[in-house]
């Protein structure tokens, strides 16, 4: 069964913004590869390092994990240490997967929230990186809302899996 069939009907549509959230953080991964690479050889043959380098490095890649994240959940593609699923059953990894994924949920939502504060500070004093001054809030940006999409992956598959319920449960 597909992920957009367990979130039912709002699922696809869902499932289209978390992948777009991906690709975009997957074009950054990208650029930062390109980037990355043109620096390597602008230091070590031209010997004209590129100024602010780090800088974008380290914005892009807040960006890319955050938009990673979602759609990764999503399809379940994460790291998932399963050692004492054997022993739980099927009910016992209901369970524990219903309240895992319930905790997540509240957390993230307090790191939404934080991050959302700290985008809105860093946007009203004007917060810039050192070098090149990349403003701070794209990161928290980025923050705020792959962990604003990761919690509503979280919520759908509570919801998935109270509908389906403990028999059979994967």
Not at 129 to 134: Q, V, Y
Request: charged share 15%; glycine share 10%; hydrophobic share 55%.
């Amino acid at each position: 069964m597909s992920a957009s069939e367990q979130l039912g009907a709002q699922g696809g549509t869902l499932e289209r913004v978390f992948r777009f959230a991906a690709l975009l953080g997957g074009i950054v991964l990208f650029a930062i590869m390109i980037l990355v690479s043109v620096a390597v050889f602008f230091r070590y043959v031209l010997n004209q390092p590129i100024l602010g380098n780090q800088e974008l490095v380290e914005i892009g890649m807040a960006v890319v994990v955050m938009l990673a994240i979602p759609y990764t959940s999503l399809k379940g593609q994460h790291i998932r240490v399963d050692i004492f699923d054997n022993m739980l059953g099927d009910a016992g990894r209901f369970f524990c997967d219903l309240v895992s994924r319930s905790i997540g949920v509240f957390v993230l939502y307090l790191l939404v929230q934080k991050a959302w504060d700290k985008a809105l500070d860093a946007y009203e004093y004007e917060d810039v990186t050192n070098m090149i001054e990349i403003p701070v809030w794209i990161a928290y940006g980025a923050i705020t809302a792959g962990m604003g999409l990761f919690a509503c992956v979280l919520v759908l598959k509570i919801i998935s899996q109270i509908r389906h319920g403990v028999r059979g449960y994967e």
